[in-house]
């Protein structure tokens, strides 16, 4: 039996093959009476259109780059189910590059900006530099930021430093002042600032707004990673006045934290605050009290604007938009006021279960 072809579907429908091709195409010149009759065709017939011939005839490739570090880490995952949830309702295709080197970063930023394999180009958590913008910008492929920055070009972003301002005045509030901070490595191994520093940003100006004195042994830096968190978690709890309140730069490492109280029999949140960042799946499970930041939303906004530049070639290049996420404080139960001791430690034990996941 032959595969049913758009004249077919034409035929069916009483309509030319260039209607069913506008229809197919979502091309707003079609009547809406017309439109239903060439899509009802198209379910009687069960037809697909050939995805190379619809390429041609709109002059697309109909896919999307996305370059994203680490892909597999809860966070990247939530954005990009966001991303993915836009491009396939829009019918592109999304072609996904993973960074997890320097070099590879290098390799991708230098290669996508050729313009003849991609729509456009979605950039998440890599901040470009400015050669890199350049490049990106001369070729006309429209681009957007996630988590990312750069003046020139289109972005969808969260405001670090007042996340972690608010994580940090959250735990000053309950009445803590030795308050520690966990994070991955300042210095990203990507050239750019990473939300790791800004978030250190936000610890340190609400201490000092507070007129906390800023400890640097109350600081530990790390790869980011659960048993790396519970490895620091260690060393600050061993400390002579260990810290009541430890706030991470993810929920990731706060359940490294979490880990390391309970393998050393402190109770939380009645020895010791535990407050994370992101608000991952994961987070409310284990009654987290974090930062959420809107994760899959992030993805879905990006993805969008996206399309938006993809499908209005007309807009001017130099019309840049830095579209800000809201962040919000989510209280749970890991943070309470400091123990009125801190030096008598007691053992109310926690739920292993939660703790060794």
Same mark, same amino acid.
């Given at each position: ?19 069913? !091709? ?8 079609? *009547?809406? !009476? ?44 939530? *954005? ?21 080197? &320097? #070099? ?19 950039? =998440? ?18 681009? $957007?930021?996630?988590?990312?920055? %750069?003046?020139?070009?289109? *972005?969808? $972003?969260?405001?670090?430093? /007042? ?12 009445? %803590? ?23 250190? &940003? ?5 201490? #000092? #707004? ?15 990673? =659960? ?13 002579? #006045? ?30 010791? !605050? ?56 989510? &209280? ?7 123990? /009125?001791? /801190? ?15």
């Amino acid at each position: 039996m032959s595969p049913v072809t758009i004249r077919d579907v034409a035929k069916a429908a009483g309509v030319g093959v260039g209607t069913v !091709s506008r229809v197919i195409n979502q091309h707003p010149s079609v *009547r809406a !009476s017309t439109r239903q009759k060439v899509e009802d065709a198209i379910a009687t017939l069960d037809y697909s259109p050939n995805p190379i011939a619809r390429q041609l005839s709109l002059g697309k490739t109909l896919s999307i780059a996305v370059v994203a570090p680490f892909f597999i880490r809860p966070s990247s995952v939530e *954005r990009l189910q966001g991303v993915e949830t836009v491009l396939s309702e829009a019918n592109y295709d999304l072609v996904l590059f993973n960074v997890e080197t &320097q #070099a590879r970063r290098d390799t991708l930023f230098r290669i996508l900006p050729r313009g003849d394999s991609f729509d456009g180009i979605l950039i =998440v958590t890599l901040s470009p530099q400015d050669v890199e913008a350049d490049l990106l910008l001369q070729v006309q492929v429209p681009v $957007v930021l996630v988590d990312a920055h %750069h003046p020139r070009l289109n *972005r969808v $972003v969260i405001d670090d430093v /007042a996340g972690g301002h608010m994580a940090t005045q959250h735990l000053i509030d309950l009445g %803590h002042s030795r308050i520690a901070y966990i994070s991955d490595i300042l210095e990203s191994p990507f050239r750019h600032e990473g939300a790791s520093a800004r978030r250190f &940003q936000g610890y340190r100006q609400a201490l #000092a #707004a507070a007129s906390i004195p800023y400890r640097h042994e109350y600081y530990r830096q790390d790869r980011h990673g =659960v048993l790396q968190a519970e490895r620091l978690a260690h060393q600050l709890l061993e400390l002579p #006045a260990p810290p009541t309140a430890i706030f991470t730069a993810s929920d990731t490492q706060a359940i490294g934290v979490l880990r390391a109280a309970e393998q050393r029999g402190i109770a939380i949140p009645k020895q010791l !605050s535990v407050i994370g960042f992101d608000d991952i799946e994961i987070a409310e499970y284990m009654h987290l009290t974090t930062i959420h930041q809107p994760l899959f939303t992030s993805g879905v906004e990006g993805a969008q604007r996206l399309l938006e530049l993809i499908r209005q070639p007309s807009v001017p290049p130099g019309r840049i938009e830095e579209f800000h996420l809201p962040l919000r404080l989510v &209280q749970r139960q890991t943070t309470a006021p400091p123990p /009125a001791s /801190a030096i008598d430690i007691v053992d109310d034990g926690l739920d292993a279960d939660l703790i060794n996941y």
